[in-house]
């Protein structure tokens, strides 16, 4: 089994991943292809840099290459990966045929009142600057950039969260259920 994560800032990405962590789960992410290489470059994690960094290795491998990075990694080990922000990167992870790709969806008020109460480096103080950082990761200017909109039309199921945590665990039930079981 090899889920992907996508959705805008602040959706409840990370809180999904955390549970499928607690069923065992090996977790990883896009944006951890760019640490790496961030590291090895000796270039400060930050969120600009990581944007920029995968940019660059867009550009030098391919839109799907952060993906195709951890598909070497993982060598079919079942996961699920966070920080899908691209068609290139669901297109890479649909090599596998078990990759199924979900959105996590959550409204902007929702988003922006998690982004505050998490209060984590590199998120804005600004809604302002919350809202036009979100729109400049909507639509890419080139094959190396961030398609939100893309990437989430690609989704194969939704997961709607505006709720509180027990319906998005009772979704994530929901969900587990659907996905082990045997065909």
């Not at 640490?35 to 960094?53: F, H, K, T, V, Y």
């Not at 590199?122 to 890419?140: H, I, R, Y």
């Not at 080139?142 to 989704?155: H, K, P, R, S």
């Amino acid at each position: 089994m090899l889920v992907g994560l996508t959705g805008r800032n602040a959706s409840g990405k990370t809180t999904v991943v955390n549970w499928f962590s607690s069923k065992g789960i090996r977790t990883t992410s896009c944006s951890d292809s760019i640490r790496n290489w961030l590291s090895e470059q000796g270039i400060p994690e930050s969120r600009d840099s990581l944007i920029e960094g995968g940019r660059e290795l867009r550009r030098r491998g391919g839109a799907g290459v952060l993906a195709e990075m951890l598909l070497a990694d993982l060598d079919g080990e079942d996961a699920v990966i966070d920080s899908i922000r691209t068609p290139g990167e669901v297109e890479a992870l649909r090599q596998r045929s078990d990759f199924i790709l979900i959105e996590i969806r959550a409204g902007v008020d929702s988003r922006w009142s998690r982004s505050q109460s998490r209060g984590r480096t590199g998120d804005p103080d600004k809604k302002e600057t919350f809202l036009a950082q979100e729109k400049s990761e909507e639509v890419a200017k080139d094959e190396a950039g961030q398609a939100l909109n893309a990437t989430a039309e690609m989704a194969d199921m939704v997961i709607v969260n505006d709720g509180e945590l027990d319906d998005l665990y009772s979704d994530l039930d929901d969900l587990w259920l659907r996905i082990t079981k045997p065909v």
